[in-house]
C-alpha cells in the first residue's frame, strides 16, 4: 500500500479504486451483521466461496463477493443481496447458495421462493429498494451499511470515504470545521442530545493541552445495536469523524472505546485503524499537514456505568469505571484531567457527510431543535425487526407501523420503551408524537441512545419496570448512596407488587423515593434510573393498581400472580410434559393432559412449547 | 493455574507494562486462563507497578472478570430487555435444568460455565444464546435440547 502525502494524492488512489471496483459490475453482498449472524451468514458466505473459488462464472469473479455490514432488516434475514439489480433474497439457507450462484449469478433469472413477500398484498417483491421497510427511512449514519466489505478501505474510498477528511485538511481552518458542526445542529446521538459544536468550540478554545478525542461505543443500553453495526460494518466513517474532529480540536490523541460485549468491533476497528495507518489517513502530518493523530481502542469490562462520560474516561485510564461529579465537565477535565471531547459512535459517523454537504443541508434534515436523522433499533413484539434510520420529527406510529409492519402475530400494541434503562415506556396514546430529543423528555422518556422496544399486550408494564430495575441495581457502581440503596429499595417494592404483597400507599412512597433519588444521585445512571418505574406508573397506573387490588397480572407475566391450566384444546402431544422440569404436568398420549398446581414452577416452559393454543394463563 | 511465568510476562509486555493498561492486561490474563488466578494477580500488580488493592478493585468491579475459574464451554444467555420480553426466562431456568446449575455457576467437571449477559447486540433475533462467541437466534425452548446436543 502506498503512503499517501497530499489531498492530491488521495484524489488520485481514489481513482485507482474507483476504476478497480468497476470492474466488478455484479456483486454479491452477503449480510454479515449483528442479525444475520446470529443467523449463521457467517456459513453462507463461507459457502459462497467454497464454490466460487471452484467454479468460473462469466463476468463474475470472487472478489465481488462481498461480506458487508448490517442491511437492516434483520428479521428477513440471512440477507444477500444481489447488485446493481438490488435483487434482495430473504431467510437464505446454506442449501441456497449453490442455486443462488447457478440461478441468479450465472444464468441472470431470479429465485421467487426467497424473495420478499408482502404480507399486506401477498405479493413478491424483488427488489430491496421497492420494500416498504426501506422505502420509509433515510440513511446518512448508516449510508455505508451493506453496501461495502466490513472492512475494505479502498472500497471505502472509492464510494467517497475520506473525502471530507481532504476537504478539511486541504481547505478548512479549525474554526470552519466548528463553525460547520454548529450549523448543522448536529446533537450527541448517545442520548443526552449536546450540541456536538458547543462541545467541540469550548474544548477547541481550552489552552491547556493535550487534547484527547474519545468515541463512546460503550453501547451498554440492553436492546439497542446500532453503534455494534457501524463499528463492525462500517468502521472507517467512525475513523474519518474522529480525525476532523481532533483536527478541529487539536488533539493528536484518539481512544474508542468499546463494550465488552463487542469482540468482533474491536477486531474491525483495530484493522480499519491499521489500514488508515498504512495508508497514511492516521499517524503523523496526515495527508501532508501538520495535523498528526493516532487511535487506540480500548476494550470495556462489562459495566454499563461506563457508558457514562466521566466513568468512561476513567475506565480509559485503567481504572474503576464510577463516575465523578460534574461541576467541571469532561470536556474541561476529561481523561488524565486533560480537556477532552467525548462523542457517541452515530455522531461521529455523521461528521463526514456535514463536511461533504455542509452544516445547512443537514440541519435542513429532522425537526429545527432535533436535525438530522437518528437510528433505532426497532425490535421487541413488532414484525419487521432491525436496525432503521429516520429523519429526527417522524412519528412513532409511523416507525412501528408503516416500518415496523405493525405488532407480531395480530396482537394489540400496548407500549413502546426508548432510551434504555434511563427511558420509559410511551402508551398508546403517545403514539402520534414525533421522535425528537425533545417530545420524547416532555413525554417522560428520552431519546436514548436509539433502543426501540415494541411491547404488546403479553408484556407486563410492573415486571419491565422491575426488569430495569434490577439492571440498574446490579450496574450501580455504588459510590453514591440515593442510586445505590434507593434504587435497591425501589427495586425491592417493585417486587413486592408484582407479587400482590404491596399497599396502594406503596405507590405514594415510591414516587417520593424515586424523586430523592433523581435529586441526590451523583450520575446519570441515578438521576434517571427511576425513569422506568415513573413512567409506567404515569401511564400504566390502572395495571399497578389490578396487581395491588385485585392480585392480579393482566398480561400474565408476574409468577406470583398467575396460574397455568390446560384447556380443552389439548390433543394430548406430550409436548408440554417434556419441557416440564418440574414434573407438574400429567397425562398419556392423545388424551388431555393435566398440571399439578402444587408442582407448577410457572416458569411458563409448557407454554412455550405448545403448538396448539391449549395452555391457558389466568 | 499452572503457574507460567513467560505467558504472563508475554501480556505485560504487549502493553509496555503501562499501569493504564491494567483493563487490558487483565483482560488477556482473562482469555488466557479462562479466569483471573490469584498469583496472576500479584504479579500484575508488581509489573505495572500498581497497588495489589487496585488490581482487585478492577478485577471485582467489571463483569468482564471472573476470580473463579470457568467450564471450557460458556453458555452466554441474553437476558437484555429485548430478550426479557421475548422469553429469555424459559429460556434460562431451561438451560440450567439441562446443565443442572445457575447461571453464574460451573459444572462440577469444568464443562459448562452459565451466564447471564444484559445484551449482545442482536435484538433482531431475541431470544439470543451465545455459546463460546458462536451467536444463536431465535432459540426456542423446543430447540434448545438440539443445541445443547450440538454443542
Not at chain 1, 470492474?23 to 467454497?50: M, W
Not at chain 1, 415494541?454 to 450496574?475: G, H, P
Not at chain 1, 389439548?570 to 392423545?590: D, L, Q, R, S, V
Amino acid at each position: 500500500m502506498m503512503h499517501i502525502e497530499s489531498p492530491k494524492q488521495l484524489a488520485e488512489y481514489r481513482k485507482k479504486c474507483v476504476a478497480e471496483e468497476s470492474k466488478y459490475t455484479r456483486k454479491v453482498l452477503v449480510c454479515c451483521g449483528p442479525g444475520c449472524l446470529a443467523n449463521g451468514s457467517q456459513k453462507i458466505s463461507d459457502e459462497f466461496k467454497r464454490i466460487l473459488s471452484s467454479k468460473k462464472i462469466k463476468g463474475f469473479s470472487i472478489e465481488a463477493l462481498r461480506d458487508t455490514g448490517c442491511h437492516g432488516y434483520c428479521e428477513q434475514g440471512p440477507l444477500v443481496i444481489i447488485e446493481p439489480d438490488g435483487t434482495f433474497y430473504t431467510h437464505v439457507k446454506v442449501k441456497d447458495v449453490a442455486e443462488i450462484i447457478d440461478e441468479t449469478i450465472a444464468g441472470k433469472k431470479v429465485i421467487e421462493r426467497l424473495l420478499y413477500c408482502d404480507p399486506d398484498t401477498a405479493k413478491k417483491i424483488e427488489k430491496y429498494s421497492d420494500i416498504p421497510f426501506y422505502s420509509h427511512q433515510t440513511r446518512i449514519a448508516f449510508r455505508n451499511l451493506g453496501r461495502v466489505s466490513q472492512c475494505d478501505i479502498n472500497q471505502y474510498i472509492a464510494i467517497g470515504g475520506y473525502q471530507a477528511l481532504a476537504k478539511t485538511l486541504a481547505d478548512m481552518t479549525p474554526e470552519q470545521v466548528i463553525k460547520e458542526v454548529s450549523a448543522s445542529g448536529l446533537r450527541g446521538r448517545g442520548g443526552a442530545g449536546f450540541h456536538a459544536g458547543k462541545k467541540w468550540a469550548t474544548c477547541a478554545g481550552i489552552q491547556e493541552k493535550p487534547h484527547y478525542v474519545i468515541c463512546n461505543g460503550d453501547e451498554g443500553d440492553p436492546g439497542a445495536f446500532m453503534d455494534r453495526a457501524i463499528m463492525e460494518g462500517d468502521p472507517h466513517s467512525v475513523i474519518e469523524g474522529m480525525i476532523i474532529c481532533s483536527y478541529a480540536v487539536g488533539s493528536n490523541q484518539g481512544y474508542i472505546y468499546v463494550r465488552e460485549e463487542y469482540p468482533l468491533a474491536v477486531v474491525n476497528l483495530q484493522k480499519a485503524i491499521e489500514q488508515a495507518r498504512e495508508l497514511g489517513l492516521l499517524g503523523e502530518n496526515i495527508l501532508g499537514s501538520d495535523h498528526s493523530f493516532d487511535i487506540h481502542v480500548s476494550r470495556g469490562g462489562g459495566a454499563f456505568v461506563c457508558g457514562e462520560s466521566s466513568a468512561l474516561m476513567k475506565s480509559v485510564a485503567g481504572e474503576v469505571g464510577e463516575p465523578r461529579a460534574k461541576y467541571i465537565r469532561s470536556v474541561v477535565k476529561g481523561l488524565f484531567d486533560k480537556p477532552t471531547v467525548l462523542n457517541n459512535v452515530e455522531s461521529l459517523a455523521n461528521i463526514p457527510v456535514i463536511i461533504d454537504k455542509g452544516g445547512e443541508w443537514f440541519s435542513k434534515i429532522g425537526t429545527s431543535t432535533s436535525t438530522g436523522t437518528k437510528a433505532f433499533s426497532l425490535v421487541g413484539k413488532v414484525n419487521n425487526s432491525g436496525l432503521i434510520e429516520v429523519p429526527m420529527g417522524t412519528t412513532l406510529r409511523e416507525i412501528v407501523y408503516d416500518i415496523g409492519g405493525g405488532i407480531r402475530d395480530g396482537r394489540p400494541f400496548k407500549a413502546v420503551q426508548t432510551g434504555g434503562p434511563s427511558g420509559g415506556c410511551l402508551p398508546e396514546s403517545k403514539l402520534d408524537l414525533q421522535v425528537d430529543f425533545d417530545t420524547l423528555t416532555k413525554a417522560g422518556s428520552m431519546m436514548g441512545s436509539g433502543g426501540m422496544i415494541i411491547m404488546d399486550d403479553r408484556t407486563c408494564m410492573v415486571d419491565v419496570a422491575k426488569y430495569f430495575l434490577s439492571f440498574l441495581v446490579d450496574e450501580s457502581c455504588g459510590k453514591c448512596v440515593p442510586c445505590r440503596e434507593g434504587l435497591y429499595q425501589l427495586h425491592a417494592m417493585t417486587v413486592a407488587v408484582s407479587e400482590g404483597r404491596a399497599t396502594e400507599a406503596d405507590i405514594e412512597k415510591m414516587e417520593k423515593l424515586s424523586d430523592m433519588i433523581v435529586i441526590g444521585s451523583l450520575c446519570g445512571l441515578g438521576k434517571s434510573g427511576p425513569n422506568p418505574f415513573l413512567s409506567t406508573v404515569m401511564y400504566f397506573r390502572d395495571e399497578y393498581l389490578e396487581h395491588i387490588r385485585n392480585k392480579r397480572c393482566p398480561a400474565g407475566v408476574c409468577r406470583a400472580l398467575i396460574q397455568y391450566t390446560i384447556n380443552e384444546k389439548c390433543n394430548g402431544c406430550m409436548a408440554c410434559i417434556t419441557a416440564c422440569a418440574h414434573h407438574a404436568i400429567t397425562g398419556k398420549k392423545k388424551e388431555p393432559h393435566f398440571i399439578n398446581q402444587e408442582l407448577c414452577d410457572k416458569c411458563g416452559a409448557c407454554y412455550a412449547v405448545c403448538q396448539h393454543d391449549a395452555i391457558t394463563i389466568t | 493455574m499452572s503457574h507460567d511465568r513467560g505467558k504472563l510476562e508475554a501480556i505485560f509486555d504487549r502493553y509496555s507494562r503501562q499501569p493504564e493498561s491494567l483493563i487490558a492486561v487483565l483482560q488477556d490474563i482473562q482469555k488466557e486462563y479462562r479466569y483471573l488466578p490469584g498469583p496472576a494477580l500479584l504479579e500484575t500488580a508488581e509489573a505495572l507497578k500498581v497497588p495489589l488493592s487496585k488490581v482487585f478493585s478492577v478485577s471485582t468491579f467489571y463483569n468482564a472478570f471472573s476470580l473463579t475459574p470457568k467450564g471450557e464451554t460458556v453458555v452466554r444467555i441474553c437476558v437484555g430487555t429485548t430478550c426479557h420480553i421475548r422469553g429469555a426466562k424459559v429460556i434460562q431456568q431451561q438451560i440450567e435444568n439441562m446443565l443442572g446449575i445457575k447461571a453464574g455457576e460451573t459444572t462440577p467437571d469444568m464443562k459448562f460455565t452459565i451466564e447471564v449477559v444484559a445484551c449482545v447486540g442482536a435484538c433482531a433475533m431475541a431470544p439470543v444464546v451465545a455459546v463460546n462467541d458462536q451467536f444463536h437466534g431465535g432459540v426456542t425452548v423446543a430447540g434448545l435440547k438440539r443445541l445443547v446436543k450440538k454443542v
